[in-house]
Each structure stands twice: as structure tokens, then as C-alpha cells.
């Protein structure tokens, strides 16, 4: 399974970025799409997922109301929209797949995308 990360950008705070991440290659073994953000000097956090089949997402409670996750079946991508961004939403964010079907820790992911950077202005 190959990703693709991209859609990151600078933008002010308050505003909205829609970060994807194209899966190519075996994905009919995917359970889950998932994406983490990393910090400078900070531990690689979870922030949603999608589940592969039904698409269905759920997201951590740090940006529930904020964040969304879906998936676009035909391109075999997966979209973070963010919303209300926040100077502490700044980071590398991660695109990642796994087998499980529900999976919140890095260690849950066997494919691993390049990140994409997002940063946000106050």
C-alpha cells in the first residue's frame, strides 16, 4: 500500500485547510485510513480515521466539532477537512493505513504516508 499526503498550506487562524491522502496499490487490505500530526519535539498524536469499507470516520475529542474525516470511494482518498484552525493545530501531518478496522495508535498502522506540513497563524 502506497499514500499520498498532501493539501497541507499556511493559513490564519479561523480558517480551513482540506489535507487528502490517495491510497494506490494492494488497498483491498486496508481497515482503516487514519491521520496523525506530529509537533516539533512532540509525540506523533491521533487526530481521525475512516473506516475503508463503509467510510465511516470518527476523530479524537481534541478536535471533535472541528474536524471531519471521509472517503471518496471512486479515487481511493481520503479527506481531513479542518475547520476553526488553531495555532496549536500546527504540525506534519501524517496519513497512515491499517488492517483494523478501528485503530487510534501509531502502532496499530503499517503504512505510513510523508507527511504534509500545516501551519497556522495567530
Known amino acids: 500500500v502506497q499514500l499520498q499526503a498532501s493539501g497541507g498550506g499556511l493559513v490564519q487562524a479561523g480558517g480551513s485547510l482540506r489535507p487528502s491522502c490517495a491510497a494506490s496499490?494492494?488497498?483491498?487490505?486496508?481497515?482503516?485510513v487514519g491521520w496523525f500530526r506530529q509537533a516539533p519535539g512532540k509525540a506523533r498524536d491521533y487526530v481521525a480515521a475512516?473506516?475503508?469499507?463503509?467510510?465511516?470516520?470518527y476523530v479524537d475529542d481534541s478536535v471533535k466539532g472541528r474536524f471531519t474525516i471521509s472517503r471518496d470511494n471512486s479515487e481511493n482518498t481520503v479527506y481531513l477537512q479542518m475547520n476553526s484552525l488553531k495555532a496549536e493545530d500546527t504540525a506534519v501531518y501524517y496519513c497512515?493505513?491499517?488492517?483494523?478496522?478501528?485503530?487510534?495508535?501509531?502502532?496499530?498502522?503499517?503504512?505510513w504516508g510523508q507527511g504534509t506540513q500545516v501551519t497556522v497563524s495567530s
Open positions: 497512515a493505513a491499517a488492517r483494523r478496522v478501528i485503530a487510534t495508535m501509531p502502532n496499530e498502522y503499517h503504512y
Open positions: 496499490g494492494r488497498t483491498f487490505g486496508i481497515g482503516a
Open positions: 475512516a473506516m475503508w469499507d463503509s467510510g465511516n470516520g
